[in-house]
Structures are given as C-alpha cells and as structure tokens.
C-alpha cells in the first residue's frame, strides 16, 4: 500500500485530497496545524470540521498528526514513510497577506522550503504537487485588453482563451500573498531542475466545493452562500463585473491523482474551470438567488488591492498533458454547493452558532 502525505489536510482541499486518496486505498497523513481561521484572523470560527470529519469517516485509513510543516524533524519522520506528497498547507488570502506579511512568508515561501528541502534530502524520490495560485501572474492580466459587458469583463483579442503558462510572472506588481506563493513554485521549478524531483506546480484558479469554511477573505463562493443563507450581508468590492474561472474540487482531486499516478516526472500547469467556467461576481450572486430562492443583502466597497479584474485560465496544456477535463459545470457545481449547505446545517452553525430567524423560516 503506497502512503501520501497531505499538508493542510484539514482545510477545504486538503481533506478531500485526504478522501479521495484513502478511497483508491492509498494509506494517507494528514498534517496541519489547523491554523486556517487564525490566520485569517477569525478565530471566533472553528477550523476543525474537516479534521473531524476525516476522523468520524476514515479513522484507520487517514491518520492526522497536528503539527506545522516548517517542523524539519516531524516532517522528516513523516516522510521517511511517504511514496507522494501533495502540498496544500499554506496562509491563503491576498488581504491578509498583506496586513500580516511574515506570517505569510512563513507559512508559503518557508513551509514550501521547508518540505523540499526534506524531500530531498530523504532520498526518498517522492512525488510531489505543490498547490500554487493563478495570483503569482499579479497583475499583469489587468494590463491586457479587456471589454465591459453588462454583468462581466472579457479578456480581448488574442487571450479569449484565457491565460496559459507562457504568461510571465515578472515586472507585475504582487501581493505579498503573490510574492511568497511565486517564490514557492519558482523553488519548485528548481528543485526539479536541479535534482530531478518530480514535482507537478498547480497554478489553480478558484477551487470551490463542499466544506470549504469560506470567509469574507478566501474562499468567496462559499462564503456568499453561506452569508446568504444566514441572512448576513455581501460585501462586494469594486463593481462585481470581474471575472473567475470556477473548478469543482472533485474535479481537482481526481486530476491531482492522475498526476500522482502518471509517469510524468514535472509539470507546469494552469488550472481552473477554464473560459467555459468563468463567472462574474454578479452572475454568482444572481444564480445563488434563484437557488437559495433569496435576495442578496449587498454592500459595495472600492476594490481590493492587487485583484485582478478578470481572471481566467487556459487550461489546455494540462489537458493535453493529463488527458483530463473538468466534468463539473460552473452551474451544476454552484447548484450542488448549494445543496450541501442548505443539508449541512452543522456546518453553518459554527459561524455564529445560531441560524438567522430567516434561514430557520425556510
Ligand atoms: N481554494 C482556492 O480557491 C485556492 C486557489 C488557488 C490556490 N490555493 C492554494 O491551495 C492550498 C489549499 O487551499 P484551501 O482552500 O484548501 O485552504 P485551507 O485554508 O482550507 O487549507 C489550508 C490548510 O493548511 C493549514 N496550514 C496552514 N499553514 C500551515 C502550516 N505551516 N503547517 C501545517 N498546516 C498549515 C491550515 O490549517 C489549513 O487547514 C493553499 O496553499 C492555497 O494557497 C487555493
């Protein structure tokens, strides 16, 4: 039986990286620190559904350890016992980043350091994917042509198709969240150069599915869905028309195995929905009100810092290359999502506790 290690396999990929594994009777680890809410700076929200969930339905085959990835002797010990690693750990959200830049350094640039180096030095020649970010393009992207439309921007001529690998990560203003996620990749690049590790860099778009504990910071489909079912306000910042390619999580996860399982020894891949899967802020919230059969409560704000107004991915070299495609639809995915959080009241309940008198009425 072969062993992966999952970092951050308590949080929302992580864990159903963890699932998925353990269902193709692979042994799993997950390690995490189950820092996800302190480093978002919402403390008040229980991180640990995931952790638990992975306790309540695959004790026995998941094993979790609470520990940090830049732990050199826990992550050496663990990896004396690992055939794959797929690293999902890391300080998610641009805002953050940038009011808490160390943290962010720690837990992206250094934690990834941290595991190559270690990987390396076992001897062990493992597989590894490194869950990097469309972000580490900065923004760039804004300097392309763009046309308005009434709910959402387009990319214009010569990128209809969105934005593939070849788009350069340099001379674009980053975040620090961009900054410490391209150092990551670029350490990825390089220590499958230099030492032939076999590594797959997954520039991923916005991942959405169940479990995922969105906040107003990451994570913004589920978010919206559950501010919207526990009557709680939108924010949306700048006008709503800027653009993401979605990808349903269980479409990630069955794509991060195939690489896992190929022979293929390095990969550079954009990932996302691709322009089929690319929504407005505005067509999410205008679908989430048909489903959820509510009005959005919206408020607006001037726009974020380093966002980029339209973001979508070509996602053709990884298809060529894996041979796969997203099977899930933007709006079946956003249908379903729904569903699960309107099925999985515990869920909601660790944001306040309590439902609103207006989701309890439905
Ligand atoms: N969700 C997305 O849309 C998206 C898009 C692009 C890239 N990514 C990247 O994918 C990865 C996973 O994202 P997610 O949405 O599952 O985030 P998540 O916050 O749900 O999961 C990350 C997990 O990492 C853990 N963690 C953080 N620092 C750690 C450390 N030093 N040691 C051990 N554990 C640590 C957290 O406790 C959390 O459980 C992240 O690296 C993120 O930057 C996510």
Same mark, same amino acid.
């Given at each position: 039986?072969?062993?992966?290690?999952?970092?951050?396999?308590?949080?929302?990929?992580?864990?159903?990286?963890?699932?998925?594994?353990?269902?193709?009777?692979?042994?799993?680890?997950?390690?995490?620190?189950?820092?996800?809410?302190?480093?978002?700076?919402?403390?008040?929200?229980?991180?640990?559904?995931?952790?638990?969930?992975?306790?309540?339905?695959?004790?026995?085959?998941?094993?979790?350890?609470?520990?940090?990835?830049?732990?050199?002797?826990?992550?050496?010990?663990?990896?004396?016992?690992?055939?794959?690693?797929?690293?999902?750990?890391? %300080?998610?959200?641009?805002?953050?980043?940038?009011?808490?830049?160390?943290?962010?350094?720690?837990?992206?640039?250094?934690?990834?350091?941290?595991?190559?180096?270690?990987?390396? &030095?076992?001897?062990?020649?493992?597989?590894?994917?490194?869950?990097?970010?469309?972000?580490?393009?900065?923004?760039?992207?804004?300097?392309?042509?763009?046309?308005?439309?009434?709910?959402?921007?387009?990319?214009?001529?010569?990128?209809?198709?969105?934005?593939?690998?070849?788009?350069?990560?340099?001379?674009?203003?980053?975040?620090?969240?961009?900054?410490?996620?391209?150092?990551?990749?670029?350490?990825?690049?390089?220590?499958?150069?230099?030492?032939?590790?076999?590594?797959?860099?997954?520039?991923?778009?916005?991942?959405?599915?169940?479990?995922?504990?969105?906040?107003?910071?990451?994570?913004?489909?589920?978010?919206?869905?559950?501010?919207? +079912?526990?009557? %709680?306000?939108?924010?949306?910042?700048?006008?709503?028309?800027?653009?993401?390619?979605?990808?349903?999580?269980?479409?990630?996860?069955?794509?991060?195995?195939?690489?896992?399982?190929?022979?293929?020894?390095?990969?550079?891949?954009?990932?996302?929905?691709?322009?089929?899967?690319?929504?407005?802020? +505005?067509?999410?919230?205008?679908?989430?009100?048909?489903?959820?059969? &509510?009005?959005?409560?919206?408020?607006?704000?001037?726009?974020?810092?380093?966002? %980029?107004?339209?973001?979508?991915?070509?996602?053709?070299?990884?298809?060529?290359?894996?041979?796969?495609?997203?099977?899930?639809?933007?709006?079946?995915?956003?249908?379903?999502?729904?569903?699960?959080?309107?099925?999985?009241?515990?869920? &909601?309940?660790?944001?306040?506790?309590?439902?609103?008198?207006?989701?309890?009425?439905?």
């Amino acid at each position: 039986m072969k062993t992966v290690l999952v970092t951050g396999g308590a949080g929302f990929i992580g864990s159903h990286i963890a699932e998925f594994f353990a269902r193709q009777d692979w042994r799993v680890i997950v390690l995490d620190n189950l820092s996800r809410t302190l480093l978002l700076k919402s403390s008040h929200i229980d991180a640990s559904y995931n952790w638990d969930y992975l306790h309540e339905y695959y004790a026995g085959r998941v094993q979790c350890i609470k520990g940090d990835v830049n732990d050199h002797e826990l992550l050496r010990n663990i990896l004396s016992q690992c055939d794959a690693i797929i690293h999902t750990a890391g %300080q998610t959200a641009v805002t953050r980043s940038i009011e808490f830049p160390r943290e962010d350094f720690t837990n992206n640039a250094a934690a990834t350091f941290t595991l190559l180096e270690e990987s390396r &030095l076992s001897g062990k020649n493992h597989r590894i994917i490194f869950c990097s970010t469309n972000k580490v393009y900065g923004e760039k992207a804004n300097f392309l042509p763009i046309i308005e439309k009434d709910t959402r921007y387009i990319f214009g001529a010569g990128y209809e198709a969105g934005i593939d690998e070849e788009f350069g990560i340099d001379l674009c203003k980053h975040s620090p969240y961009g900054c410490s996620k391209a150092a990551a990749d670029i350490y990825c690049q390089e220590y499958a150069r230099h030492y032939g590790m076999n590594i797959g860099i997954f520039r991923m778009s916005c991942i959405y599915g169940p479990r995922q504990l969105g906040l107003e910071d990451q994570g913004w489909i589920a978010w919206f869905i559950i501010a919207m +079912l526990m009557g %709680q306000k939108i924010t949306i910042c700048g006008d709503g028309k800027q653009v993401r390619d979605i990808l349903y999580v269980d479409d990630l996860v069955r794509l991060m195995y195939d690489f896992i399982i190929s022979d293929i020894s390095y990969g550079l891949y954009n990932v996302g929905g691709g322009c089929e899967n690319a929504v407005s802020i +505005l067509e999410v919230i205008s679908l989430l009100e048909d489903e959820c059969k &509510l009005k959005a409560n919206i408020t607006c704000k001037d726009w974020r810092a380093s966002d %980029q107004k339209v973001f979508y991915t070509n996602i053709e070299h990884v298809k060529a290359m894996l041979g796969w495609t997203p099977m899930v639809s933007c709006k079946d995915g956003i249908r379903q999502l729904v569903q699960w959080y309107k099925d999985n009241r515990a869920f &909601l309940k660790r944001y306040n506790g309590i439902y609103t008198a207006r989701e309890q009425s439905q």
